[in-house]
Structure formats: C-alpha cells, structure tokens
C-alpha cells in the first residue's frame, strides 16, 4: 500500500483536506496558536482503534494509538491521633497518688496541665483519648489533694 492510499483513506476518514507535513522545522513566528475549547463545551476523546497495522491497510509508523493511563494515585499521610499527652498526665497522676516526698508533688501538677492539653486536644479531634486525659486531669487534682493534706500531716505531727 503506497503513501497516496493512506493519504486517501486518511481524507476520508476526516472528510477534509490532507496535506503534506512541511519537511523541515517550522520557525516560530509560524506556528499556529491552539486556544483552549470553550468553557461548558466537552472534549471529546478521539475514537477507539478498532484495526491495527496490515490489518487496517496502514502502514504501523502511520498510525497514532492514544494511550489511557490511569491516573496516579497520591494517598496523604494519615494524621495519626496525638494520644502523647493524654497517656503521660495519666501516668503522672498515677504516680502522684504514691506518698514520694519530691517527685509525688510535682507529678500531679505536671499531670493536671497535660491532662488539660490532652482533653483540648481530643475536642479538636486530634486525639483519640478524651477519657484518658480525663482521666489523668482527675488524678492530677486528687494527687494534690492528697499530698497537701500529707504534708499538712507532717507538719502537724511534728509540732
């Protein structure tokens, strides 16, 4: 099959005119401008080839087969629950409740700020463990109850 039939085919495939490329590089001052479509207007994708190569009578470098990729797929990372804050003022004010002379004071204190932060945290919808910040508040308070009563004791015990 010779150039000329393609270029036959190719005409009345399109219904227009076929004309020969131009067989060096076009300057820029003359290469058409393309305007996007209209807007609301659909684009239409080009049709399925149905024949390939010698079955279409076509030679193979002619013909053009649009490929469909499917489009990548891009999966943000997931927002892991910020539980840090909620866990620690629960274990402080676990550990503030044991009658430590030092350390007993300052975990319940440090235990009602996380436990603070933790409940803010999980109203916002950044934590998963209201409760436990919860939790960790209500100790917090209950260990410095506790150790100022303690030390209340004390220093009533030895006067």
Known sequence: MTESTNSERLKALQGGEVTAAPSGP??????????PPPAGS???????????????????ESVTVPVSLPAPTVSAPANRPRNGKGTASLVLGIVGLLPLPIIGFWCPIIAIILGSQGKRLADRGWATNHGVAQAGFVLGIIGVVFH????????LSRA
């Open 148 to 155: 100022v009563f303690l030390a209340l004791g004390l220093a």
């Open 26 to 35: 076009v300057p820029w001052d003359q290469v058409p401008s393309v305007s």
């Open 42 to 60: 659909a684009q239409m994708d080009p049709p399925p080839l149905t024949a390939t190569g010698a079955s279409a009578g076509l030679h193979a």
